[in-house]
């Protein structure tokens, strides 16, 4: 078992950043490949980015490609999304998750832990 606790959400205008953090407990997270979602009131929790065990991949949706950074520090069990020139859309609360096995890393089904969330909100 592993508990995934986020922070770093808050309330930015567009333009702005924020720097997203995941810290485990229970577990060592580098065994997991990680993943971050987002729901926005009335949506579908959806894909945001991954990251593989190493860190060595990566991958982005569309919509956040080139605005937004996940990392991750195995030593210090943690792992980071950098968001930059957030919009209003990015609007959403943001989970961690974790999961057993490597591959389908955009499809919240195959993942098997999860943060409570924290709330960004990105004003016009």
């Known amino acids: 078992q592993v508990q995934l606790v986020e922070s770093g959400g808050g309330l930015v205008h567009t333009g702005g950043s924020l720097r997203l953090s995941c810290a485990a407990s229970?577990?060592?997270?580098?065994?997991?490949?990680m993943g971050w979602f987002r729901q926005a009131p009335g949506k579908e929790r959806e894909f945001v980015s991954a990251?593989?065990?190493?860190?060595?991949?990566?991958a982005y949706a569309d919509s956040v490609k080139g605005r937004f950074t996940i990392s991750r520090d195995n030593a210090k069990n943690t792992v980071t999304l950098q968001m930059n020139n957030l919009k209003p859309e990015d609007t959403a609360v943001y989970y961690c998750?974790?999961?057993?096995?490597?591959?389908?890393?955009?499809?919240?089904?195959?993942?098997?832990?999860w943060g409570q969330g924290t709330q960004v909100t990105v004003s016009s």
């Open positions: 998750s974790a999961k057993r096995y490597a591959g389908a890393y955009d499809q919240r089904q195959k993942y098997d832990y």
């Open positions: 990251i593989s065990q190493s860190g060595g991949s990566t």
């Open positions: 229970g577990r060592t997270l580098s065994i997991y490949p």
